[in-house]
């Protein structure tokens, strides 16, 4: 089965921009992740999905994160502006019902200078 | 959630069985140990993981001490492939939320 998709890999911009990332789950997986792993620690979850519907957003820096599902498949994370600290990787996951076990994409490298 | 302890860094030689400890000392009930690991520039990968019984599958071994406070994760024949960044985790239930800790980077030397 194909893998989680994500783009862009890398990502570069100055502080105050914005940017958005967009991630493709493994098809018929209904729950799907965003985490952030800024380096030299372990990820992070952000916000959990369910089919369309929001999970957990707990830890979502909704001031300038915002983050959608829609038609339960494809999701995109926005950051508004952008803060020095937000220099991370930006990881998808996504996970089926029936079945214990995430599967992560390749994350997309953020930078901002 | 219930927090996990492993050592920051580990080594190992190539062919050799390695032994990768955790201790989850507040574990509840219904806690389900996880393992992942992530190889470098990549996404974490899923290992394995137990409730109260031993596991094992393709990748690995999972050892869970009788009193459930700590679990060893066992490579039986460690390569160059297996380096990488090894997460033990709780969840509180099967498909509960993963809070990832800093891991234990093992290294494999040839």
């Known amino acids: 089965e194909a893998g989680v998709a994500q783009s862009p890999r890398y990502k570069i911009i100055e502080k105050r921009q914005s940017v958005a990332f967009w991630c493709n789950p493994i098809?018929?997986?209904?729950?799907l992740y965003w985490y952030q792993q800024i380096l030299g620690q372990g990820p992070k979850l952000l916000i959990q999905?369910?089919?369309?519907?929001?999970?957990?957003d707990s830890q979502l820096p909704k001031d300038r994160f915002s983050a959608e599902r829609l038609k339960g498949v494809d999701s995109t994370l926005k950051i508004q502006p952008a803060k020095l600290e937000d220099s991370a990787v930006y990881l998808c996951?996504?996970?089926?019902?029936?079945?214990?076990?995430?599967?992560f994409g390749p994350g997309t490298r953020l930078t901002v200078l | 959630d219930a927090k996990t302890t492993q050592p920051n860094s580990m080594e190992s030689n190539e062919e050799e069985p390695v032994h990768l400890p955790c201790n989850h000392s507040?574990?509840?009930?219904?806690?389900?140990i996880h393992w992942y690991r992530q190889l470098p520039s990549q996404g974490p990968e899923y290992v394995i993981h137990?409730?109260?019984s031993n596991v094992n599958n393709r990748m690995a071994s999972l050892a869970i001490a009788e009193d459930r406070k700590s679990s060893t994760l066992i490579l039986h024949r460690a390569t160059l492939r297996d380096a990488a960044v090894y997460y033990c985790?709780?969840?509180?239930?099967?498909?509960?939320?993963?809070?990832f800790g800093k891991g234990t980077k093992l290294s494999v030397k040839p």
């Open positions: 996951a996504s996970s089926a019902l029936s079945r214990v076990g995430q599967f």
């Open positions: 098809s018929g997986h209904a729950t």
């Open positions: 999905f369910q089919n369309n519907g929001v999970v957990d």
């Open positions: 507040t574990i509840s009930g219904t806690d389900y």
């Open positions: 137990g409730l109260t």
């Open positions: 985790i709780l969840s509180w239930g099967s498909q509960g939320n993963l809070i």
